[in-house]
Nanobody, 119 residues
Framework: VQLQASGGGLVQPGGSLRLSCAAS????????MGWYRQAPGKQRELVAL???????NYADSVKGRFTISRDNIEHTVYLQMNSLKPEDTAVYYC??????????????WGPGTLVTVSS
């Protein structure tokens, strides 16, 4: 199983980006999935979580600006980021629980995508 994040880049303050996390391999289903971020010199932090039943949870710093969603058929998780601020600059990682086709459940992480918010 592999998770591949994409959609990062350079954006001006107030702008928007949409991140995608595509899971591939021997997947039976994606379970709880999330987006995390790590800014330079800081620890990795949770940005948003989404359960298989589409229940969501957000860090206080992104509530009202970011939206996490998922496509259970395409095994993809998205993060729509609006009203971006310089403090949102970080490497964004997707990760979560995956049940494989052999019915083994374990956590996986993608390699991350860089988001830079700057004028």
């Amino acid at each position: 199983v592999q998770l591949q994040a994409s959609g990062g880049g350079l954006v001006q303050p107030g702008g928007s980006l949409r991140l995608s996390c595509a899971a591939s391999g021997s997947i039976f289903r994606l379970n709880d999935m999330g987006w995390y971020r790590q800014a330079p010199g800081k620890q990795r932090e949770l940005v948003a979580l989404i359960t298989r039943n589409f229940t969501t949870n957000y860090a206080d710093s992104v509530k009202g600006r970011f939206t996490i969603s998922r496509d259970n058929i395409e095994h993809t998780v998205y993060l729509q980021m609006n009203s971006l601020k310089p403090e949102d600059t970080a490497v964004y990682y997707c990760g979560g629980s995956v049940t494989t086709t052999t019915f083994v459940r374990r956590d996986y992480w993608g390699p991350g995508t860089l988001v830079t918010v700057s004028s």
